[in-house]
């Protein structure tokens, strides 16, 4: 079966950096778009960030341009996202799910296959 194994998240103070990794398995990972999705306390879900199958194309939400970069490492079935310059309103629940951002999300609620998430807090 499907499985996404978030890893990579913690307490980091404000401009740190972090690295969050998924690992996949159960599925053709370097046939599939892969998606970042963050829940922050009392919001609802937003996507971040989406990387097709080969990795040469990736899409942003406008918040995290220029400080996040989505990745993968097909021969290791793996998705990462580089944090820097990390802000207080970057804290939430991170989950990579499988597929482009519209198709993972509906209605606030995830859809398809998601990893259990990771918690990144950004505080001093």
């Known amino acids: 079966q499907v499985q996404l194994v978030e890893s990579g998240g913690g307490l980091v103070q404000p401009g740190g950096s972090l690295r969050l990794s998924c690992a996949a398995s159960?599925?053709?990972?370097?046939?599939?778009?892969m998606s970042w999705v963050r829940k922050a306390p009392g919001k609802g879900l937003e996507w971040v960030s989406d990387?097709?199958?080969?990795?040469?194309?990736?899409y942003y939400v406008d918040s995290v341009k220029g400080r996040f970069t989505i990745s993968r490492d097909n021969a290791k079935n793996t998705l990462y996202l580089q944090m820097n310059s990390l802000k207080p309103e970057d804290t939430a629940v991170y989950y990579c799910?499988?597929?482009?951002?519209?198709?993972?999300?509906?209605?606030?609620?995830?859809?398809?296959?998601w990893g259990q998430g990771t918690q990144v807090t950004v505080s001093s």
């Open positions: 159960g599925f053709t990972f370097s046939s599939y778009f």
């Open positions: 990387i097709n199958s080969s990795g040469g194309t990736t």
């Open positions: 799910a499988r597929g482009r951002g519209v198709t993972v999300i509906a209605g606030n609620a995830p859809v398809g296959s």
